[in-house]
């Protein structure tokens, strides 16, 4: 399911808190939220949201790609689909898709996290050749670092006629070079400290880190005492759990309840006395807890 106007609103309006006097030029983005429909279709009249990244790269160069329709080489970016669960999931996969490059191979920045760094509200001339009116784009722009070992570029020949990595001075909106230019972003990737539990932010499983973690440390990311939600779901004696993804930061390819991304996983049913292995410590014992009618449990406190 694609993000929805509240999840939409959000992220503008953490946006004109750092941008206010953005307010009139974003106005066809807010009146958009308020009216009935998807604003992430295609279809959506007079404009709907797309999505585009700036990768950078260790030199302070952005990724362009070659569009073969519109003859502009544009950062990756395009339409948001049904299954894209935010705005920057949609994003990262058209990097995936024009370029070659996943997920697991960027970074997002210190500075803008899982935010927009630039939104920007254009006009799409009419399109004959796929019966397309003239319409607006309500393109939200996220940035991410590219990481040391991403893979080689692999276009999508059918729609990217080339690429190229040019400095911020050079980056072919006007709105996101003046942004990524009044960052200092220098192409160091930095940790990101995230505030919030991933799940309030779902997205695949794009770092936030420069290099794995330890499955036996907890990822440094997290913040100290930050409360975590996890669902606990029972039936006829069996509970749900989840496998985390392999490359994750934190138990990759350990078992756990739902909660953060759940992107490319699979989720099977164990009885609470057979419960698989390997299992996230916590959530053994809160299972087990919960089973044997706890309604508190610890796990690596000092006294």
Request: glycine letters at 8%; one cysteine or more; aromatic letters at 4%.
């Amino acid at each position: 399911m694609p993000p929805s106007p509240a999840q939409i609103r959000s992220l503008v309006t953490a946006y004109l808190d750092r941008h206010p006097g953005e307010h009139d030029a974003l106005a066809p983005l807010t009146a958009a939220l308020d009216c009935a429909g998807d604003p992430t279709s295609r279809t959506t009249l007079p404009g709907h949201v797309t999505c585009s990244v700036a990768v950078i790269d260790r030199d302070a160069r952005v990724l362009h790609v070659l569009h073969r329709g519109t003859g502009l080489l544009l950062a990756p970016g395009g339409h948001v689909e049904a299954a894209d669960e935010t705005l920057l999931a949609a994003a990262l996969r058209e990097v995936e898709e024009e370029a070659g490059i996943p997920a697991s191979a960027l970074v997002l920045t210190a500075e803008f996290r899982d935010g927009p760094i630039d939104i920007d509200v254009h006009d799409i001339d009419a399109s004959p050749a796929r019966a397309g009116a003239v319409h607006q784009h309500y393109d939200f722009r996220f940035v991410v670092h590219l990481a040391d070992d991403a893979p080689d570029l692999t276009l999508q020949v059918e729609e990217v006629g080339g690429a190229a990595w040019l400095p911020f001075e050079e980056v072919s909106s006007p709105t996101l070079r003046a942004k990524l230019v009044a960052t200092g972003l220098d192409g160091a990737i930095r940790p990101v400290k995230l505030e919030q539990h991933a799940a309030e932010h779902p997205a695949p499983a794009v770092r936030t880190e420069p290099a794995a973690v330890s499955p036996a440390q907890a990822p440094s990311g997290n913040v100290p005492n930050i409360v975590g939600v996890h669902l606990y779901l029972e039936r006829d004696g069996h509970v749900l759990l989840g496998r985390r993804h392999p490359d994750a930061a934190y138990a990759g390819g350990s078992w756990d309840t739902l909660a953060g991304h759940l992107e490319a996983e699979a989720a099977t049913a164990g009885r609470a006395k057979d419960l698989p292995e390997p299992i996230v410590p916590y959530t053994r014992v809160a299972i087990e807890g919960i089973q044997s009618g706890r309604v508190y449990s610890e796990l690596g406190w000092s006294r």
